[in-house]
């Protein structure tokens, strides 16, 4: 049927009133306040959509020699805080050796430039994401990831191609199991575990403990398996445990479950975005004990998603920033300095790992990748950001972890935990 | 034996308030079948456009007016979020469903050129912007109105054109398969300009009821009470206005007959476009309402499980009827509470589809549905 005549009027009309609103809202919306003018006019580069993946070249001296070092990580998804915070970490790194001249080796001074990825947080993309960084971009070794899935995916590909990897934050073991060329500078879920397990015991006077577990992601589970055994062999016992999915956001009925078991305190050995939703959610039920968690929780925006919920909750984490130790501190002014905010444990990880990854190649006999990969291994008594850092025989780093509590929505230092084998004294 | 009991009406509680939000997004599913007999499969992501809407709106409010009341910022966000995804569900189904019925003419030039003309604004929007002195909104804003105003006597005459070699097509597998091609773009296109980051709505400061009766102590808070009594008052005006008024009379006629009722006088299309109105703005609402009140951390991909589980409430409760959406729902939303907190935690998504298919092999039609037989 064919409505033209009649609905011409209409048409013209709505047309004319659509762009008269639009010309409207331009005239009070439309046009740049000062400062984005001063940004377009010195030469801005036009926003990029958040989907795609961007490269970004480093500063490199005209006519210079170059080392391509990449990078894959959540830039955004679910672990977005992480990948930033870790990406920026290594950047730091990157412009401040590049800043003092670069890597020196055999007389030649190579400035480095980092290749980024992003994974948007899932496993199958970081797997495509390396395979980019190995065969498009051509690098001679790669940093990443942070979640343990991911770094499980990448990591196959990076052994199976002969790149050497060094995990930044990836703290379950199967990470380093994959091969030779598979490393990573923060200790493992079994130690962290054990470590949250004494704290809880000793410190929290917790006995009786529930673990609510993410059963899509290795860290959460590893984390789990290993906190009930430490916890039962210091004397405590796990008396509930339920489990959710990625794609969940309603905790309420595994939680009322849990709350119902009566435990001293919940595990949620999670990452940021899950953990913050349950703990409001806990709240919500009226559950007031402390939650505890690993280093998955160590985010800013685990605050934003949380709210008051995470008060006087408990998680291990790599370090804290508050830490007075010179090399911190250091490193804590030049990242605001930089960034024009605190930084993260995530970001000092970042950080560390490309320092040794430069230190490594800067040690290594020749730029081939094989003797990189065994100058990454002889890395010993690294002073890091995070603490001292050696890497063993198995390819992971032997590092003290310490407790941070959630105090009025901020982060604050509870204590550090050398040997969880050993009692605390209170 | 009171733990049990506890535990019992406790998760009846979280249950309930679970179905609540399956409840107003299955009656948008339901009255579309009804009225067109087509499962709109793009509504799920109405849903997520509503959360969205509603988060720019209250952020927007707390910015712009932050003298007004709390409960003024959230109400005005509501009627937004609401008004936002019904114009998004009219416009949808103008510019994919409409020219499958009606075959493709002059008509549908101006939602084609409107839905291209946004493209162009998206990509050459940011060009401009550098080489003018307007900011990112006011680029988008005058490339679209350009390309728009270019593009519809373009695609009047080619669709005009093409529209006389064209039947339409009552194929329900076309439908379906545009319905899904709806639904895929609403998600990566959303996840493209809003990012894959969770979003967080701001704290709304709501408090927990305890109620302690004896040995019982129950938990709801402010929040989800809310929710429940929004949705039973949107459910309740839904009923009303499809039973005790002229309009939802028409409706009902539609779905019965839609060529009788054309042949009575109404005007089918309009109220096809009323019916998705309808739909979208409570999906719109349930969207605002559970990521706000319920205060749940949200991105683009929120309403895939959610879109497809209102879906099955729908059809679980008998597709076609308002009060079997909402009893599908309920049931859908008891169902998943019980068995999330019970020993077979992980098997909770799957309860639902179990539940669908024993149920749909003892009553094909639904337990509300109507039986309808064909006469051959």
Not at chain 1, 90 to 100: K, P, Y
Request: aromatic fraction near 8%.
């Amino acid at each position: 049927m064919r409505h033209n005549k009649r609905n011409k009027p209409y048409l013209l009309r709505s047309l004319l009133a659509l762009s008269l609103a639009l010309c409207a809202g331009v005239a009070f919306t439309g046009c740049k306040t000062e400062e984005e003018k001063k940004a377009s006019d010195s030469g801005g580069a036009p926003p990029t959509t958040a989907a795609q993946p961007s490269t970004t070249p480093g500063t490199s001296s005209a006519g210079g020699d170059k080392i391509v070092v990449g990078e894959y990580g959540s830039l955004t998804g679910d672990q977005a805080d992480f990948g930033t915070q870790t990406h920026e970490g290594i950047q730091l790194a990157v412009d401040e050796t590049n800043a003092a001249g670069g890597i020196e080796r055999d007389g030649k001074k190579y400035q480095i430039q980092l290749e980024k990825e992003d994974d948007q947080s899932k496993p199958a993309l970081a797997e495509t994401a390396v395979k980019r960084l190995i065969d498009e971009k051509n690098v001679t070794a790669i940093l990443g990831e942070v979640a343990s899935s991911n770094s499980l995916a990448g990591g196959k590909v990076c052994q199976e191609k002969g790149v050497p990897m060094i995990s930044p934050s990836s703290t379950n073991i199967a990470v380093t199991k994959l091969g030779d060329y598979i490393f990573r500078i923060c200790f493992l879920d079994s130690y962290q575990a054990a470590v949250v397990a004494r704290f809880a015991h000793d410190v929290l006077k917790a006995n009786r403990v529930a673990i609510f577990t993410n059963k899509g992601q290795a860290y959460s589970v590893g984390f789990s398996d290993e906190f009930k055994k430490a916890f039962t062999r210091y004397g405590g016992q796990v008396v509930a445990s339920a489990t959710y999915s990625d794609t969940d956001q309603d905790f309420r009925s595994p939680l009322t479950a849990l709350k119902q078991a009566n435990p001293d305190a919940i595990l949620v050995p999670g990452y940021y975005k899950d953990a913050g939703t349950i703990a409001r959610q806990a709240r919500e039920l009226n559950y007031t004990k402390p939650l505890l968690g690993g280093d998955g929780w160590s985010a800013p925006n685990l605050i934003t998603i949380g709210g008051d919920g995470v008060n006087g909750c408990y998680f291990s984490d790599h370090m804290s920033i508050k830490d007075p130790k010179p090399v911190v501190q250091n490193f804590v002014k030049a990242y605001t300095a930089k960034y024009s905010k605190a930084p993260t444990s995530m970001a000092a990880l970042g950080y560390d790992a490309a320092k040794i990854m430069f230190a490594s190649i800067k040690a290594a006999k020749t730029l081939d990748k094989k003797d990189i990969r065994d100058a990454i291994a002889a890395t010993k008594n690294f002073d890091g950001v995070t603490g001292n850092i050696s890497i063993n025989s198995d390819r992971n780093a032997d590092k003290s972890a310490v407790i941070i509590k959630v105090v009025n929505k901020d982060f604050e230092y509870a204590t550090t935990v050398p040997d969880p084998e050993k009692p605390l004294s209170q | 034996m009171t733990n049990a009991l506890q535990i019992f009406i406790q998760q009846f509680i979280n249950g309930v308030q679970t179905g609540s939000i399956y409840a107003l997004i299955a009656i948008g599913y339901t009255m579309v079948y009804g009225v067109l007999k087509f499962i709109n499969f793009a509504h799920g992501d109405v849903y997520m456009v509503g959360a969205f809407v509603g988060f720019f709106a209250i952020n927007g409010m707390l910015a712009a007016f932050p003298h007004l009341s709390p409960l003024a910022q959230n109400i005005n966000a509501l009627i937004l979020c609401m008004l936002g995804c019904a114009l998004l569900g009219a416009f949808i189904e103008r510019l994919a469903y409409r020219p499958l019925r009606n075959a493709l003419g002059e008509q549908d030039a101006w939602p084609w050129a409107l839905f291209w003309a946004l493209y162009v604004g998206l990509f050459v929007g940011p060009i401009v912007e550098q080489h003018s002195p307007l900011n990112s909104v006011g680029a988008f804003l005058i490339v679209t109105v350009i390309a728009f105003a270019a593009l519809v006597p373009v695609l009047r005459i080619a669709f005009r054109a093409i529209g006389t070699r064209l039947k339409p097509s009552h194929s329900r597998l076309t439908a379906l398969i545009t319905a899904i091609g709806i639904s895929l773009l609403l998600e990566n296109q959303g996840q493209a300009v809003f990012g894959a980051t969770p979003r967080q709505y701001p704290d709304q400061n709501l408090k927990t009821f305890t109620f302690d009766l004896g040995k019982i102590e129950l938990t709801v808070t402010s929040g989800r009470l809310i929710i429940l009594v929004a949705a039973i008052i949107l459910t309740l005006l839904l009923i009303y206005i499809v039973r005790y008024t002229r309009i939802g009379k028409a409706i009902r006629a539609v779905s019965y007959d839609p060529e009788a009722a054309a042949l009575m006088g109404i005007p089918t299309d309009r109220i096809i476009a009323l019916t998705f109105i309808i739909g979208s703005s409570l999906a719109g609402a349930a969207g605002f309402l559970n990521h706000n009140l319920g205060q749940l951390s949200f991105k683009a991909d929120v309403g895939i499980q959610l879109g497809l589980k209102a879906f099955v409430a729908a059809v679980l409760g008998g597709i076609g009827s308002i009060e079997g959406a909402v009893l599908g729902a309920m049931l859908m939303g008891l169902a998943e509470s019980y068995v999330a907190g019970s020993a077979l935690g992980s098997f909770k998504n799957a309860i639902a589809f179990v539940i669908l298919i024993a149920v749909l092999l003892f009553r094909p039609s639904g337990l509300l549905g109507r039986n309808v037989t064909e006469k051959v």
